[in-house]
């Protein structure tokens, strides 16, 4: 009998991108402390959160294969978070014009039964454009990217903004490293593509 696979996020874009594995899977939202520990690297926190959602989403589904996801963006050291609104979101598309971002994409697999976890993290630098700040309005208003590090949707609109993307996953930017994720699983007996 297949394991049952539960993705620990409700981020629909993850989902999304799980989805082309062409696994059947539930969703979970666990409720985790997202802070970053003191003297923790963008990339470790972005590990760390991936790691701790998927453990705490496994005390609800039993021998299920619990998938989680975090994503940091860094600029100049500094985490940028989700903006959560247009002020804060124009406020980073400023910051980050003509800039390179780094964005650390966090993946980790808990087998619930065995108690094996996997974790790693895949960065991606994203430079952008020197727009000017009426072309970011104008972004933001059509996009309105205000639950995504760094305020812009790759996979949509905010390609728009974008120079160049360097990064070993292509889809790690959106948030879900699927070339790391798809190694993990096989590490754990899941075939894919499934048969």
Do not use: N, W
Not at 66 to 86: M, N
Not at 131 to 142: D, V
Not at 174 to 184: A, C, D, R
């Amino acid at each position: 009998m297949p394991r049952q696979i539960v993705l620990a996020s409700s981020s629909r874009y993850r989902q999304e991108l799980l989805a082309r594995l062409c696994l059947p899977f539930a969703t979970d939202t666990p409720a985790v402390d997202e802070s970053a520990l003191p003297a923790e690297s963008q990339g470790a926190t972005a590990q760390r959160l991936s790691l701790l959602k998927a453990q705490t989403a496994a005390r609800r589904h039993p021998g299920a294969i619990l998938i989680g996801a975090d994503q940091v963006a860094e600029l100049d050291g500094a985490a940028i978070g989700k903006p959560g609104g247009h002020g804060a979101a124009l406020q980073q598309l400023l910051a980050m014009r003509g800039r390179t971002v780094r964005f650390h994409s966090g993946i980790a697999v808990v087998d619930e039964a065995s108690g094996q976890c996997l974790a790693g993290c895949v960065a991606t630098d994203v430079t952008f454009r020197a727009l000017p700040r009426e072309a970011l309005e104008s972004y933001l208003q059509r996009d309105r990217p205000y639950d995504c590090a760094g305020s812009a949707k790759i996979e949509s609109l905010g390609i728009c903004l974008v120079e160049s993307v360097r990064s070993d996953d292509p889809t790690a930017l959106v948030g879900l490293p699927l070339i790391l994720l798809t190694s993990m699983l096989a590490t754990l007996g899941i075939e894919v593509p499934p048969r």
